[in-house]
């Protein structure tokens, strides 16, 4: 276990379905982070919150939405996806944003769109 | 543009063997690179992080090498085992303000067979 948990870790949703992902840390870190894994892609860097404020956002669609109501705890709330955005969504902590810096990650969700 | 270029991109080794994995990048101004192992169905857990003076860093079987002159480094995997099967990410930070700038490697495969 690595202190960071990811639920669900499978979905599936239609086009026209709105669902959220949740992640929760329990390492008292103040840095989180959402990052996309396609197959055969690296992955990508979505969204980074350090102390509950987001500080990036790397040219994501809107259809995705974060949400961080606390250090602890990250959402990922979706809408009208599109079958591309079937992935491995990931999410990590590490204890400050400042680099160099080791980051946590969660198992993941499994986003299958139809 | 920054890259990241990982090879091969598998490969299959008999358990006990030794194996390297290399990563080349054009990442600037370079702050940190990363290896990363992703077991199947798991998120990336850190092997080692390197900044700009370290030359060789172990942990454990994983030893990885870093030449900043000609941006390459390596991951040597000493006497393998099965549960080395994985999948080896190396991500190198550009430093931005101490801010976490990564760019990620598509990753090697590594299977170990019996």
């Known amino acids: 276990e690595t202190g960071v948990t990811q639920t669900p870790r499978h979905l599936v949703m239609g086009m026209t379905n709105k669902k959220s992902l949740k992640c929760e840390q329990h390492l008292g870190h103040n840095a989180m982070y959402w990052y996309k894994q396609s197959a055969k892609k690296p992955l990508e860097l979505m969204f980074v919150y350090s102390l509950e404020e987001r500080v990036e956002n790397n040219s994501v669609p809107s259809r995705f939405s974060p949400e961080c109501p606390n250090s602890s705890h990250l959402f990922l709330h979706l809408h009208t996806l599109q079958p591309e955005d079937s992935a491995l969504y990931l999410c990590?902590?590490?204890?400050?944003?400042?680099?160099?810096?080791?980051?946590?990650f969660g198992a993941g969700t499994r986003l299958s769109v139809l | 543009k920054n890259q990241v270029e990982q090879s091969p991109q598998s490969l299959i080794i008999l358990e006990g063997k030794n194996c390297t994995l290399q990563?080349?990048?054009?990442?600037?101004?370079?702050?940190?690179l990363r290896w990363y192992k992703q077991d199947t169905g798991r998120g990336p857990v850190s092997l080692t992080i390197?900044?700009?003076?370290?030359n060789t860093k172990s942990n454990g079987r994983y030893t990885a090498t870093l030449d900043a002159d000609t941006k390459q480094s390596s991951l040597h995997i000493t006497a393998s085992q099965l549960s080395d099967s994985a999948s080896y990410i190396c991500v190198v930070s550009a430093n931005s303000g101490g801010s976490y700038i990564p760019t990620f490697g598509r990753g090697t495969s590594l299977i170990v067979h019996p």
């Open positions: 990563c080349n990048y054009t990442v600037s101004p370079f702050s940190n």
């Open positions: 390197m900044t700009f003076s370290e």
């Open positions: 990590a902590s590490s204890q400050e944003r400042a680099d160099p810096t080791i980051q946590y």
